[in-house]
């Protein structure tokens, strides 16, 4: 049985779930956080919904040593091809970052017009859309991939750089063209060039931050739940990374807006439930 006390793990198949954390830190100061970045195996969006199923159970299974009140999949390929198959498997709560953004853009758009960007692999899969869709079907999305985002963010680029604002006018023409007035960030590296995206959508277009959303409701539900930490308690956080954890802290920092302090190795073969409580003999 969780108690407020239990941990918030965080998963996802690089550093771009620290985005999410980087929100739950601001909204919940005082919840402990646990980060698996499974940078071993990334991406996922190129793995089959099987493989990246496997992925997802194997890191929920490794987050579960820490005895979780929640667990967040803060990567939009595992919330599409993965949690609607495992949902059913654990009695902690599994909360992905495809419902929040989709549920914010349904409730923001004024003209019912929503554009959603995102890797090959989300929008490929048309998640947001089929969300959204379930939401109200009134309204019309405009999906669009932006392949390049990713490499640049993760090569330490900015919303200044001229390679990224070339990119954003190319990517984002066609959601202009087609007159969105709320844009749903559906990958978890976007949040970082926010300002460039603004610029060029304009200032009339709503940005939705599926981070910050996610955010959000994990606050509500742990609230409805009674699960949260008390405000004077203080957080302690921890990551996990299952390939270059140097490298991880390094590039970490900027999306998590602050030094992450030490990132520990967990190799891939730990990841089965069962070998995986030797990481934690120190703890």
């Known amino acids: 049985m969780t108690t407020s006390r239990n941990p918030i793990a965080v998963f996802d198949s690089g550093l771009g779930g620290l985005t999410v954390v980087r929100q739950l830190m601001r909204r919940l100061p005082a919840e402990s956080i646990v980060y698996f970045g499974d940078t071993a195996r990334v991406p996922y969006g190129i793995k089959s919904a099987e493989t990246v199923t496997r992925f997802a159970r194997e890191n929920i299974e490794f987050l579960q040593t820490f005895g979780p009140k929640l667990i967040i999949a803060a990567c939009n390929t595992a919330s599409s091809a993965a949690l609607p198959r495992l949902n059913g498997e654990y009695t902690v709560r599994l909360c992905g970052v495809v419902e929040p953004g989709a549920r914010a853009a349904a409730n923001k758009t004024r003209t019912g017009l929503v554009g959603v960007i995102g890797t090959e692999a989300t929008i490929g899969s048309g998640c947001y859309t089929r969300c959204i869709a379930d939401l109200n079907r009134d309204i ?42 709320t844009l749903v960030l559906g990958c978890t590296h976007y949040p970082l060039l926010k300002p460039g995206i603004r610029e060029v959508m304009g200032p009339s277009v709503q940005i939705v931050d599926s981070a910050r959303q996610t955010a959000q409701e ?25 390939d270059h954890p140097e490298r991880f802290a390094r590039l970490g920092k900027r999306f998590l807006g602050r030094p992450m302090g030490s990132v520990r190795l967990v190799q891939p073969e730990l990841l089965d439930g069962r070998l995986a409580l030797r990481v934690f003999e120190e703890n």
């Open 218 to 242: 994990a606050e509500k539900y742990l609230a409805a739940s009674g699960e949260l930490s008390r405000r004077d308690a203080e957080g302690r956080h921890r990551f996990f990374a299952s």
């Open 140 to 181: 019309k999305v405009t999906a669009k991939a932006c392949p390049l985002l990713v490499p640049l963010v993760e090569d330490g680029r900015t919303s200044h750089d001229a390679l990224v604002r070339m990119a954003l006018e190319e990517y984002l023409r066609p959601l202009r063209e087609a007159g969105v007035d």
